[in-house]
T-cell receptor
Framework: DAKTTQPPSMDCAEGRAANLPCNHSTISGNEYVYWYRQIHSQGPQYIIHGLKNNETNEMASLIITEDRKSSTLILPHATLRDTAVYYCIVRVMNNNDMRFGAGTRLTVKP | DGGITQSPKYLFRKEGQNVTLSCEQNLNHDAMYWYRQDPGQGLRLIYYSQIVNDFQKGDIAEGYSVSREKKESFPLTVTSAQKNPTAFYLC?????????????FGDGTRLSIL
């Protein structure tokens, strides 16, 4: 599975959009991009995933560049409850292992 | 509500003792997984199972054992052979791998050594 690179930490003002970047320059054609978040002492929460096209659900939007070498998770109106560690994972569809790295610690400030 | 239930939330183990962590899911998922998370680290795969009565080792299976007698249940035993068992243990499930569908996680069990 391709390796991902995320900034270790980011801040965002409450009510503003949070844009979390992820670099996956070695991604291959059959690898999906998944985003999860983990609030302290809880299990990871699935947010969104995609292969090529941009995706949107009730939680967030996922923007994947045309060359698929990077992506951005967008939380449109961040709240204090969105403070968490966000993980970007690239995985082949038939792989059993979700390889979580260190992620980005997002702090939403009042 | 559909989901994954892990119990207990906190568990303490004495030296030389085996302990079993419970994981139950009512999502009708075929595949189930166990991960270990150490402070400030990512997740590491211990074992996974794609079907009842079958399971495979992950990256760090030594000192652990599992069983999959029912589709809904995938208990993990931390044996006395696991020399550094203090960690946060996470169970996950998903539809059969190959579908691209994400894994969904329980809220974890925190194991500590007395």
């Amino acid at each position: 599975d391709a390796k991902t690179t995320q900034p270790p930490s980011m801040d965002c003002a409450e009510g503003r959009a949070a844009n979390l970047p992820c670099n996956h320059s070695t991604i291959s054609g059959n690898e999906y991009v998944y985003w999860y978040r983990q609030i302290h002492s809880q299990g990871p929460q699935y947010i969104i995933h995609g292969l090529k096209n941009n995706e949107t659900n009730e939680m967030a939007s996922l923007i994947i560049t045309e060359d698929r070498k990077s992506s951005t998770l967008i939380l449109p109106h961040a709240t204090l409850r969105d403070t968490a560690v966000y993980y970007c994972i690239v995985r082949v569809m038939n792989n059993n292992d979700m390889r979580f790295g260190a992620g980005t610690r997002l702090t939403v400030k009042p | 509500d559909g989901g994954i239930t892990q119990s207990p939330k906190y568990l303490f183990r004495k030296e030389g003792q085996n302990v079993t962590l419970s994981c139950e899911q009512n999502l009708n998922h075929d595949a189930m997984y166990w991960y270990r998370q150490d402070p400030g680290q990512g997740l590491r795969l211990i074992y996974y199972s794609q079907i009842v009565n079958d399971f495979q080792k992950g990256d760090i299976a030594e000192g652990y054992s599992v069983s999959r007698e029912k589709k809904e249940s995938f208990p993990l035993t931390v044996t006395s052979a696991q020399k550094n068992p203090t960690a946060f243990y996470l169970c996950a499930s998903s539809p059969l791998s190959g579908s691209g569908q994400p894994q969904h996680f329980g809220d974890g069990t925190r194991l500590s050594i007395l």
